[in-house]
């Protein structure tokens, strides 16, 4: 397992909630930006620093990330992309991204974005704070301890087929 993060725009508050989950869980961690950012010192977290240019990170990601991992991105574009090919997408504001959801918040993305192009809709998310925060913190422990009960039931699994 692997934690991925869409670095450009993620909350300072996310990285930092990130920086203690990787190393509490001994997970790795890998922060992808097109410009270097800060991380703490451990041999499980990086920056992975990229060209700039459109969607540079995103690609990145998509490039790196494995069934099983888990990317941190407020993009719904690039959550659909890890999606289908078998990892988790959460957004700094605590919603999962799945096989059952992601179809429906594309669209929704998709419509909003024309109809912002059409001066329909003005204006942004809502800020973030602590509230944010702790939807998702919470949303991260659940899917680390449904990733953490699944790898457990598969190395059962695999042993039991052993001779």
Not at 81 to 106: F, M, W
Not at 112 to 131: I, Q, S
Not at 133 to 151: E, G, I, P, V, Y
Request: hydrophobic share 40%; charged share 25%; proline share 7%.
């Amino acid at each position: 397992m692997h934690i991925w993060v869409d670095a450009d725009a993620c909350p300072d508050p996310v990285n930092e909630l990130l920086y203690r989950t990787a190393t509490r869980r001994e997970i790795p961690l890998s922060l992808v930006a097109n410009q270097s950012l800060p991380v703490p010192r451990s041999n499980l977290i990086e920056c992975l620093v990229v060209s700039s240019g459109m969607n540079m990170a995103d690609r990145r990601i998509v490039e790196l990330a494995s069934p099983g991992d888990l990317v941190i991105t407020a993009d719904i574009p690039l959550a659909a992309a890890v999606v289908d090919q078998g990892a988790s997408a959460l957004n700094p504001r605590g919603e999962l991204y799945t096989e059952e959801n992601i179809g429906a918040r594309l669209a929704e993305r998709n419509l909003v974005d024309t109809l912002r192009g059409g001066d329909l809709v003005t204006g942004g998310p809502a800020g973030y704070g602590p509230k944010e925060k702790q939807h998702f913190a919470n949303q991260l422990d659940r899917w680390l301890t449904m990733a953490s009960r699944r790898a457990t039931s598969q190395r059962s699994d695999t042993e039991k087929d052993r001779p």
